[in-house]
C-alpha cells in the first residue's frame, strides 16, 4: 500500500532522523524498501521555498533540483499530481487546517485511502485522515 508523506518528513530522514518517531521510521523505511512512498506535487514546491528562505542549507556544490532529485531518488519517493478529485477534497469542511499546501497533502492521502506519515498535529488530529506518527 503506498503511504503519504508530509513535507517535512523526507528532511527528517535525511538531516534529523531523531526527530522521527519509532512508528514513523518504521513505516518510512518498510515504505522505501517496498517502493511504496510518495509524496503531493506541492510538497516539491514547500521544499525549493525552505532552499529559497534560506531555511534548508544545502552543500556548496548542490544545487536546489539536484538537492531535490536526489532526496526522492534516496527514499524512492513518487510524486503525485493534484487532480481535479483532490483539489474539490481540499477545499471541503472536512479540513480545518487553514494551509493550502497541508490541506493538498491531506486531501491527496485521503483521496487515495493511504496513510499519511505527519508529525502535525493539526493534521494527525481530522478524524477521516489515518496518520502515522
Not at 487553514?98 to 506519515?117: E, K, N, S, V
Request: charged letters at 20%.
Amino acid at each position: 500500500m503506498r503511504i503519504i508523506c508530509d513535507t517535512h518528513i523526507p528532511l527528517f530522514w535525511a538531516n534529523a532522523p531523531s526527530r522521527l518517531s519509532a512508528s514513523a521510521a518504521a513505516a518510512l523505511e518498510k515504505g522505501r524498501q517496498e517502493g511504496q512512498l510518495a509524496i503531493a506535487d506541492i510538497s516539491l514546491w514547500e521544499l525549493a521555498l525552505l532552499i529559497d528562505r534560506g531555511r534548508l542549507q544545502l552543500p556548496g556544490d548542490v544545487s536546489p533540483v539536484d538537492y531535490l532529485s536526489r532526496l526522492l531518488q534516496a527514499l524512492r519517493l513518487q510524486v503525485l499530481p493534484i487532480t481535479a478529485d483532490i483539489a474539490v477534497l481540499s477545499r471541503s469542511s472536512l479540513f480545518l487546517h487553514g494551509d493550502p499546501a497541508d490541506r493538498l497533502i491531506a486531501a491527496t492521502a485521503l483521496h487515495g485511502g493511504w496513510p499519511l506519515i505527519t508529525a502535525d498535529e493539526k493534521l494527525r488530529a481530522l478524524p477521516d485522515l489515518h496518520c502515522i506518527w
